[in-house]
Every structure is written in C-alpha cells, then in structure tokens.
C-alpha cells in the first residue's frame, strides 16, 4: 500500500455504514487512478464517496469492512468541517450529518444545535439524551463523543465505554502502551506492560474471551530476553496458536525495537508482509484525532474518515 499524502483542504467527510455479511464489494485502483467496482453495486453511493477523494494512493481495495491502506497525516494540519453519512444494514444511506467546531446539523431530521460550550462535543446513541440519535440497538443510550480541540484545531473521538465499544482500524503499526485493548475477530486483547527481575521489558497479553470462559492458554507473557519478534495467528507455526476459522494464518505480529513493543497487523518478517483478513482494532478508550482515511466500527456500523 502506498502511503497517502493529504492535500490542502481542510474538510473532512465521515462516512458511516451497518456491516452486511451477506454483499462484498471490491475497488480495484489501477495505476491511473480510475476506479471500477466489481461484484454487486448496491454500495455505489456509498463507494461514490470514497471515489471523491484522493485517487491516487486510496486504496488498492475496498473488500468488504476493510480499507486496508497507510496513512500519514500531518498532525498540526487544521480540520474545520466533517461530514457523517449513515447507512443502514443494506448499506442505504439514512442521513447526512454535518458537523463544524461550533454545531451539529442533519439533513434529513429537524437537528441543528451548537457543541457544548463547555465540553466541545456531541453525543451519539440510541437514547433521546443523546445529541444525536441513531436507531440501533447494536448501539448503546450513549455509545461516543464526537469533540472538538480547539487548541490542535482538529476532531477527536472517544468511547462511551457502555457497550460495545468503538474501535478504530490499524493500518501502521502502533507502540503498545499500558492497558491498550485490541479487538480482533473473536476476542479482543488486553496488553500491560511490565518489567522483569532481570531488567527486561516483560508484555502481558489477556484475551478476554477466553479469560470470560475460563479457557487455557488464556494469559500469556514474554520479554525481549526471550522474543525479540512475536507471532499471534491460527497458524501452528505461530508463537501463540489461536484456533479459530476466523483468525488469519498469523494475525499479528509483536515486535520489540527502540526500547517497545508494537504490534503490527498480519504477518511482518523480513521476506513478506501480509495483513491479516479482519484486521485489528483499537478501542478509543482514550480520544483519538480523526484523520484522513480511518476507519471506525461501533455496534453493527462502520464509520469513514475522510478530508473533502
């Protein structure tokens, strides 16, 4: 994938959508930038709006959930404007949701309203308190925040923490930091950091659902005494074997370089790097910026972060 290089405007779309497993969708870009959908077309409102933005470096497919591409995001670089549009279950648009650092309006419901003064931002949910109200029951009463610094002049996003929680899709590596969770087809991974008698850097790794159901192999935990480069996949060549039809061949890799950890997505070695099928997400227990084409899930939705 090649790395996306943001240009001067200074909107941002959000593009929201329910997952479906029952339709795919593929966007092949060819060298020239043009794209062509392959398989069904129902999707085609909402493929137009990744089509509008940067053709060059998008993606090299929209398969499904994902848009696996890297991004570099100048972070000082100042987001005026975003644009939500909601999609159902069968990937049909229900609204369009326009946000700037001062209000919310819809263009479908009878919503205009200012930010809070005092917190900068709005809430979404499926309860009448929420700033926002979005039908689904995937959704917690208030599943997130959607604010506004006006400090770094950009859009952040943070979890309710009520639910099911909202998760943003890794596309580059991330340093792993104490407490972080990592969702991950059929569980969800809790990280904390520490170090061992020897001086090493000891990762603990808790895969909550096995934890939850009482299952072996449940915890586990290394330093870089004795793994410099570590394997999660459902692959028995892997470091720690996950069973499970879901779980790539390897679907993540650990690897401790500048005195941390990080974790990748899929496969990284020397001689290949492939990203797993589902991918990994994060969940925004703690504000995250929105930049330019990132991907969020909360309940049955997905969510598209894009500059206009």
């Known amino acids: 994938m090649g790395n996306y290089i943001p240009n001067d405007n ?4 959000l593009t929201i959508c329910c997952a479906s497993n029952d339709n795919k969708n593929t966007i092949n870009v060819k060298d020239n930038s043009e794209y062509k959908i392959t398989e069904n077309t129902e999707k085609k409102d909402f493929v137009h709006d990744i089509e509008k933005f940067n053709k060059e470096r998008l993606a090299r497919y ?15 670089k100042v ?3 975003i644009l939500l549009k909601i999609y159902n279950k069968t990937n049909n648009l229900i609204d369009e949701i326009e946000l700037n650092q001062n209000f919310i309006s819809s263009k479908f419901k009878n919503i205009n309203k200012n930010f809070d003064d005092k917190t900068k931002k709005i809430s979404f949910g499926k309860d009448n ?12 009463p208030i599943q997130f925040y959607i604010g506004y610094n ?4 950009n859009f952040y996003i943070i979890d309710n923490l009520s639910g099911t929680g909202t998760f943003i899709k890794l596309n580059q590596e991330i340093k792993i930091e104490q407490d972080m969770i990592i969702s991950f087809c059929v569980d969800y991974m809790y990280f904390t950091l520490n170090h061992s008698i020897d001086g090493y850097n ?3 790794i808790k895969f909550l ?24 996949g459902r692959s028995d060549k ?27 997505d899929g496969l990284v070695c020397n001689l290949e790097k492939k990203v797993s099928t589902n991918g990994l997400w994060l969940l925004t227990n703690k504000s995250i910026n929105l930049k330019n084409q990132m991907i969020l899930k909360t309940g049955d939705m997905k969510i598209l972060v894009f500059e206009e």
């Open 209 to 232: 659902n096995k934890v939850k159901n009482n299952e072996k192999d449940s915890i586990i935990s290394f330093d870089n005494k004795k793994y410099l480069r570590f394997t999660i």
């Open 62 to 76: 929209y398969n499904y959930n994902y848009l696996s591409t890297k991004i570099s995001v100048n972070e000082s």
């Open 150 to 153: 006006e400090i770094k002049k």
């Open 238 to 264: 892997c470091d720690y074997q996950y069973d499970d039809d879901s779980v790539s061949k390897v679907q993540c890799t650990i690897i401790f370089q500048n005195n941390n950890w990080y974790l990748y």
């Open 79 to 81: 987001i005026n404007l």
């Open 129 to 140: 308190s929420s700033d926002y109200i979005i039908d689904d029951n995937s959704i917690s």
């Open 10 to 13: 200074k909107n941002l779309i």
């Open 202 to 204: 000891e990762l603990t």
